[in-house]
């Protein structure tokens, strides 16, 4: 393609070249809000029809791990902004330390998630055959704080007794769980490759105050990533923790 | 270039605001609100996804078409959630008080509408 430094031949200047860029991006994005809020809307109407097996299956999680991949993930948008405006005022150093710091962030979520997904397969909370609320209550796993138990014995007889067929239900809230969680940690993974690929660019310094579109528009995605997570922490992890 | 550069004394604002957002969060899901409980954990959601939309995202200062394609995201979004939800709504579906399941319809819930 005929270009000129860094503008294309399409496009007459690089200011025009940008916007073209990030309106493309931004366009992508709606599609994903689309995509995922599919998955908000199934969440939601089956939240409303089997409400009890949802308040149970979200005490199952732990919200310490929940809470601090909350932080841990609104501290990576704040390392990819300021490498966005790192490459925006050309300190060619600082772009790629950020870059680091969010791929590193990144890393430290899907690690804790990972962590957390382990502990699902063990609770025998994973839906299959093996389903089963009342399992984890009565068998403690190493690890666990005795004392607190995720899901107490009594609580989840009470859920019973509200609704027999919890153990179906249950299984909904879970596998909106690993898909919503699921879909959105892919995103992150894709996210990650995309974070490899800027962080080689800053090392052979391409971002500069004249042309940083790649960092301006993984970082558009990387937003939005955070924007779904956002919503899936208090959607998935907050349900009836008042009781 | 004319773009308009973010400061970092800004971003580290709006990191701070989120970070009390998500604070309050988690407090307000250990109250008991009744029915509000998910109306404020959906409002402070909103909010926090406002700004890293208007402040990380630059929309504040992108120009008048790039944010048209922001509102018709929400817009589509929209009619997605509340035509679907309203459907759902006014179906012969009942819940049966205290059991938090749905019941099949028969023809009479049909005939009844």
Redo the contacts between chains.
Sequence with gaps: MHRTGDLYGQFQT??QQ??TA??GM??F??TE??FF??M??TY??NRS?????FGIGSNTLD?KLG?GN??VL??S??T???AV?SA??GKKKLVSVFLIATLGLGTVFLGVKAVEYKQKFDHHLVPSRNFDMKYHPTHPMPGDDLKEPALEKKEVEEAFA??P?INA?GQLYFSLYFGMTGLHALHMIVGAGLLLWLIKGSFAGRFT??YNTPVEIV??YW??V??VW??L???LY?ID??R | ???H????KI??F??AS??LG?GI??WA????FRQY?IVI??A??TI??TL??L???HARY??K??QL??V???F??AI??GL??SD?DTRPHE?QP?????VQPTPAHFLSV
């Design positions: 690089l200011e940008k916007e990030s309106l931004w366009i994005l709606v809000v689309l809020g599919g908000f809307l939601t109407i029809a089997y409400s009890t097996a919200i809470a909350t932080v609104i501290m948008s704040l990819m902004a300021m405006w925006q005022v509200h609704d067929d239900h105050p004249q970082g558009l937003h939005f955070d924007i956002i919503y922490f208090p959607l907050l923790r008042h | 270039m004319s773009e550069i973010v400061s970092p971003y580290i709006i990191f989120l970070m998500t969060t988690v899901a250990f109250q008991n409980n954990a959906l402070i959601a926090k996804a890293v939309i402040y990380f995202m992108s120009p078409r790039t394609v922001i018709c995201s929400i589509w979004l997605m959630l679907t939800l759902y819940m205290g059991e938090g399941r749905l």
